[in-house]
């Protein structure tokens, strides 16, 4: 017998939801669901279902939990996802730190900690640190699937590799997930800003946002239909090093990344450390400008503010562009709070169209630290359960997933 015999009926089996991975993206989804839950979203027959639940119990992927809804009498059962059935190691390196964390397969942070460390000090001197970090946050017998890694610049995410980052000294094509084989497990490379727009956006439901990540420099990620925009090379969205508009003024700030006139060069944290040491005020770092201003120091309130007005200005095109429902703002300057976002909503308001910010919202992220490795929780668990991957798992595990080429035939 054959499935192929017409176009009807092979179109009917590309619709089903059948592999194992699609059945466990259910309850990544949704949560808890009984049998006849995951029956009726998935459209697939009893048998099959019987056969998919199976196969992710033996492998403890998903467990039982207390009785739902009555059908006739008999508690029906319900499952969830066994979030701690294995962990994934994650960090969020940050150009003065990183904060790394073991989280669970939701992607929830159980455990993390933050170390000081110039991420231009190279490859090899940062990632011993990492190291270093996961052993102290691993506890005896905890099971790693996979591990994520968040750096400030621009990510090659098939590749895992980082291209052209102008503050990653010693980093551009370093493979970054070769460093990590002794793990034996997946690891994925993500830009630090793209990995806080998923954190902000999937378990709030967001579907459009973006993520601007304001500390030494400035990143920013965007999440439209749910998934990350990337662009052919990985560089979308960037608009640290687009022109900012205060320097049509005049030649521009030298920024960085060799360019001049940057947006990151008028409202990242290293270009008001610099604004600060030009007003006779020295502080060593970031941190020193978040302090200053929760002292109510003025000139600081000031150049935090008018940070705010030029980031304002470079997404005020974007939120034309793109039409997001949220913008978040997280990364050490968004300690600031109001005073820093004051300035990004009066830019965007009035130079937005009204359409588009009729419900916009531009808030402070309330994962703060952690957005960075939620989101790398997140996306890591996306490749680990994928449809191929998942089945790879199951082998290993030695489950019996069933006979898939059957079961899709014997759909009813
Ligand atoms: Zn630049």
């Known amino acids: 017998m054959s499935n192929h015999d017409s176009d009807g009926a092979l179109r009917k089996v590309k619709d089903v939801r059948t592999h194992v991975g699609e059945v466990l993206a259910l309850f990544r989804e949704h949560g808890e669901l009984s049998r006849i839950d995951v029956i009726e979203i998935s459209g697939l027959s009893r048998s099959t279902v019987n056969q998919r639940l199976n196969a992710l119990f033996a492998a403890g992927l998903i467990r039982e939990v207390g009785g739902g809804e009555s059908t006739g009498g008999r508690p029906s059962s319900r499952f969830a996802l066994n979030r701690t059935r294995a962990y994934l190691a994650t960090v969020d390196v940050g150009a003065t730190g990183f904060v790394a964390a073991i989280c669970d397969l939701t992607g929830t942070p159980l455990r993390h900690r933050s170390v000081?460390?110039?991420?231009?000090?190279?490859?090899?001197?940062?990632?011993?640190?990492?190291?270093?970090?996961?052993?102290?946050?691993?506890a005896n017998g905890d099971e790693i699937w996979g591990i994520g890694i968040g750096v400030p610049g621009p990510v090659e995410f098939a590749a895992g590799r980082v291209v052209n980052p102008p503050i990653m000294t010693?980093?551009?094509?370093?493979?970054?997930?070769?460093?990590?084989?002794?793990?034996?497990?997946?690891?994925?490379v993500e830009n630090d800003a793209n990995s806080r727009a998923v954190a902000e956006a999937r378990p709030n439901h967001h579907d459009n946002l973006i993520s601007l990540k304001i500390g030494t420099g400035i990143g920013s990620g965007l999440v439209f239909n749910g998934q990350i925009i990337r662009g052919s090379e990985g560089a979308a969205g960037d608009i640290g090093h687009t022109r900012a508009a205060v320097a049509s003024d005049g030649p521009g700030q030298p920024c960085r990344c060799g360019n001049v006139g940057c947006v990151e060069a008028y409202a990242g944290g290293w270009a008001i450390v610099r604004d600060l040491a030009a007003a006779g005020i020295e502080v060593d770092d970031v941190a020193g400008v978040v302090a200053l201003v929760k002292q109510g120091n003025l000139e600081a309130v000031r150049l935090v503010r008018q940070a705010g007005r030029t980031l304002g200005d470079a997404v005020a095109a974007l939120v034309s562009i793109l039409n997001p429902e949220t913008i978040v703002v997280s990364g050490q300057l968004a300690d600031c709070d109001e005073v820093l976002l004051s300035g990004v909503?009066?830019?965007?308001?009035?130079?937005?169209?009204?359409?588009?910010?009729r419900n916009l919202r531009i808030r402070v992220s309330e994962l703060r630290d952690l957005a960075g490795v939620t989101g790398l929780a997140l996306i890591t668990a996306d490749q680990l359960f994928e449809a191929e991957s998942i089945e790879g798992i199951l082998e290993s595990l030695g489950v019996d997933q069933g006979s898939r080429a059957v079961a899709i035939a014997a759909r009813d």
Not at 346 to 355: G, K, T
């Open 170 to 188: 010693g980093w551009d094509g370093f493979d970054i997930a070769g460093w990590f084989s002794r793990y034996g497990v997946p690891v994925i």
């Open 345 to 357: 909503r009066e830019r965007v308001y009035q130079q937005s169209l009204p359409l588009a910010t």
């Open 116 to 138: 000081s460390v110039d991420v231009w000090e190279g490859p090899d001197r940062v990632l011993s640190e990492v190291d270093a970090a996961f052993d102290a946050l691993l």
